[in-house]
């Protein structure tokens, strides 16, 4: 059965920064919607990055937009998350997803298309 696996999550200090990992197996990797989510405390689960692999294009949630950037290792299927100048609004529990879509970067905004979860890294921002 696919899955995907996070890793890299962790306490820092505002402005700091951390690169989370997410290693697709078993899931269908190739020209898909690639997404990276977060959920705190006490709210809903928001989209915050994603990217079309092996076909081009990303997304940012304006939250996180100039400071986090979304990459993929196409070879290894792996999805990076780095993520800089950390506020402490960031704090949550942050999640991969992979989606059904195979049309491009512009339909990869349906939080509904994304099949496949991760069980999710902490990531705590704090001073």
């Known amino acids: 059965q696919g899955q995907l696996v996070e890793s890299g999550g962790g306490s820092v200090q505002p402005g700091g920064s951390l690169r989370l990992s997410c290693a697709a197996s078993?899931?269908?990797?190739?020209?898909?919607?690639m997404g990276w989510f977060r959920q705190a405390p006490g709210k809903e689960r928001e989209q915050i990055a994603s990217v079309f692999t092996n076909g081009g294009g990303t997304y940012y949630a304006d939250s996180v937009k100039g400071r986090f950037t979304i990459s993929p290792d196409n070879a290894k299927n792996i999805v990076y998350l780095q993520m800089n100048s950390l506020i402490p609004e960031d704090t949550a529990i942050y999640y991969c997803?992979?989606?059904?879509?195979?049309?491009?970067?512009?339909?990869?905004?349906?939080?509904?298309?994304?099949?496949?979860w991760g069980q999710g890294t902490q990531v705590t921002v704090s001073s």
């Open positions: 078993l899931v269908p990797y190739s020209r898909r919607c």
């Open positions: 997803a992979a989606s059904i879509v195979t049309y491009g970067i512009n339909y990869c905004r349906n939080r509904d298309d994304y099949r496949y």
